[in-house]
């Protein structure tokens, strides 16, 4: 059996690490998955997911240039499904990290969708931000303060 990228295979759990785990291919071959490619969750501790003797189905991910076989075991099943989006009006108003523009009633400005438009909005207020420092600045040296 030949092992190119793409493929899944069964293996068994051989060694496990605080990197990941080493798992035993057909042909005697032996491959690593790294700690990253373990779970769709984060993985603190190999050993809470993975056991030695553990059969496992895993893709092979990549083959380098020594001949080492780098494993997924995430990528061999599907991801889990995504949370619905209730509207996208829960406690934030929409609006990631909470922020719903200062003002509670007001409904938060919509979001721009395509690159152009959030480059323009950083621009827009990139510009505002300048234009108030340099104004904060004159005051400040009119008043005899420092540079």
């Not at 991910?61 to 001949?67: K, V």
């Not at 996208?88 to 979001?111: D, I, L, M, T, V």
């Amino acid at each position: 059996m030949e092992f190119g990228v793409g493929t899944i295979v069964e293996g068994k759990v051989t060694g496990i690490t605080k990197f990941g785990a080493f798992v035993s291919l057909p042909e005697g071959k032996s491959g690593l998955v790294h700690i990253s490619e373990i779970a769709y969750s984060y993985v603190n501790d190999v050993k809470d997911h993975l056991k030695e003797g553990q059969e496992v189905k895993v893709k092979v991910i990549g083959i380098d240039e020594n001949g080492r076989i780098n494993l997924s075991i995430k990528k061999a099943m599907d991801p889990p499904p995504r949370p619905a989006n209730h509207g996208g009006q829960g406690r934030s108003g929409g609006r990631p990290g909470g922020f719903n523009g200062g003002f509670r009633g007001k409904p938060a400005p919509a979001e721009p969708t395509t690159f152009e438009d959030r480059l323009k909005q950083f621009m827009a207020s990139s510009d505002s931000k300048l234009s108030e420092l340099r104004q904060a600045e004159r005051r400040s040296s009119r008043r005899g303060g420092r540079k």
